[in-house]
C-alpha cells in the first residue's frame, strides 16, 4: 500500500509561492506515491493507493484499508513544515513503544533512508520509532517516510522538481526490493 499523506480538506503543510501559487503537502505525496506506484505495478507488484488526488482519509482509514487488502508493506509519504526555514532534509518512521517495536519496519526505515540520502544528498534527519495511529494500527511493516521541509527553500526547491522526484520513486523502489533480499545478498 502506498499512502500519499493527507489529501481533501487537508492540505497538510503549505507554502505561498508567488511563481506556483500554493504548494501543499498533499499535492507533492500525490505525485511522488503515483510515481513511485507506476514503478512497483510495472514490476507485476499489486499496489493499492489510500487516496486519489483530490480526497482524503484520516490514519484509521487508511490502516483498516491496508489490514484489509492485507498488504506486505505500507509506505506512507509525508513533506514536512517548521516554523524556521533552516529546518531540512529527511526522516523515517516507524512503529515503535517502550516495550516493543516492528523489527520489520525498523529494517525498511534504515534501506529507505539510506537510499534516499545517498540518492539525493538531503540531509540525514534518521530513523525514529513512534506511535503514531497509521504505525500502531497496521497489521504489517508500515513506514512513514518526511520527504524534506515545505518550509525550507533548499528542501522546497528539490521537491517541486520532477527530476527529484522521479529520483526519490527510484529511491524507494529498490528500498522495498531490498527489504526481500536476504540480508547477506543485500
Known sequence: ???PGHGGDDPGTTHVDDKRGNLTEAELAWDLASRLEGRLSALGVSTWLTRGP??????EQRAHLANDVSADLVVSLHVDGFGSPRANGLAVYYWGGHESS???GERLADLVQRELVARTGMTNGRIHAKSWALLRLT???TVQVELGYLTSP???ARLTDPLFRD???EGLLVAIQRLYLPKADD
Open 139 to 141: 497489521r504489517m511493516p
Open 1 to 3: 500500500v502506498v499512502d
Open 154 to 156: 533548499l528542501d522546497r
Open 102 to 104: 516492528s523489527t520489520i
Open 167 to 169: 529520483t526519490v520513486a
Open 54 to 59: 483530490h480526497n482524503g482519509a484520516t490514519d
